[in-house]
């Protein structure tokens, strides 16, 4: 089987979109997040596996010289298998020292793989993937490197608030909001602020410019109603945050849309041991109860993350998500 190489141009972009499919990744898209070089694996009929890599702009994790390996599809085991053997040859190359993917760029992107599922459809925003592409990875020489996982509260009314947190926050100066899509521009640069701050710490993390981070949230945020943005404020700024959504993919299925999906939560880095995420669970949960909705889906979550903590006795697991890492 052959392996082409090739700049991620407008022509190789629609290369690897072409393999890739137009519901996972669009040109536009690929070519924005600049990848140093892009991969197919030519077989019988054409293209059969496509990949990128980057070795320039990539996250930092110690003691290794990250390579990045995303943009990742393929038909079958064995052209998958080639065209990531072939990035990570082109990482070592290149200097890198371990290759990490499926990971579209950085943590901002799309990135791991189901390699998990309860029976549960996939809910709106939720990444996804033929079931095998795990094995793929493990084929050509990749080993789990990080878990994540997504799980489901069947009944709202069932989580309790912790009115003992929310009372001591109150007296200590902390307020909640909603977020205000009069005043959207200034609300997106005060949670790119307190986002960079939150992350910073998180496995992987890449520092994102603002507006990379506006082309990436603008649109989600002012498509949600505004009550499921749920803001912490302190001395006059954002210091947590909750976004969450309605999972509109009940509605194309047919169904009412009675379930929330909490997808992301930050709390900025001085102030994470006074429970302030737990509060901003507890407000959002509120706010989904008092919109009519029954059921909340925890998503994409580190499994050494705290928040996986919060009303664990009342989820259930419904996805499992794998990062990958290989030696070089």
């Not at 009944?155 to 003992?164: K, R, W």
């Not at 945020?221 to 210091?239: D, K, N, Q, W, Y």
């Amino acid at each position: 089987m052959k392996i082409d190489t090739f700049p991620c141009d407008e022509l190789g972009a629609a290369r690897i979109c072409a393999v890739a499919g137009a519901d996972r990744l669009t040109p536009a898209e690929a070519r924005r997040q600049q990848p140093d070089l892009s991969l197919v694996a030519v077989g019988r009929p054409g293209d059969r596996a496509c990949a990128s890599v980057w070795w320039r702009a990539v996250p930092a994790l110690p003691g290794w010289r990250v390579g990045v390996v995303g943009h990742y599809a393929a038909a079958d085991e064995e052209s998958g298998a080639q065209v990531l053997g072939s990035a990570c040859d082109l990482l070592r190359a290149r200097g890198a020292t371990v290759a990490v993917g499926p990971m579209d760029a950085n943590t901002w992107h799309r990135y791991r793989l189901v390699t998990w599922r309860s029976e549960d459809p996939p809910f709106l925003l939720e990444p996804d993937n033929p079931d095998g592409w795990g094995g793929h990875f493990e084929r050509a020489g990749f080993a789990p490197l990080a878990g994540y996982h997504s799980a489901c509260c069947d009944e709202l009314a069932a989580l309790t608030p912790d009115a003992a947190t929310a009372e001591r926050l109150a007296i200590d100066g902390f307020t909640m909001r909603t977020l205000d899509p009069s005043r959207i521009d200034a609300e997106l640069h005060a949670l790119w602020l307190a986002a960079c701050d939150a992350f910073a710490g998180n496995f992987l993390y890449t520092p994102v410019p603002e507006e990379e981070f506006r082309h990436l949230y603008a649109r989600a945020i002012a498509s949600v109603p505004p009550e499921m943005v749920t803001l912490a404020e302190h001395a006059g700024r954002i210091v947590g945050f909750l976004f969450a959504y309605p999972d509109a993919l009940q509605a194309a299925r047919g169904e009412r849309v009675d379930t929330v999906v909490l997808k992301t939560l930050g709390v900025v880095a001085g102030i994470k041991r006074h429970g302030l995420g737990r509060w901003l669970f507890d407000r959002g949960i509120a706010a989904a109860r008092d919109a009519g909705f029954r059921r909340a889906i925890f998503a994409l979550i580190h499994d050494d993350n705290p928040s996986a903590r919060f009303g664990r006795d009342r989820r259930r697991l419904i996805r499992r998500y794998t990062l990958y890492g290989r030696p070089l």
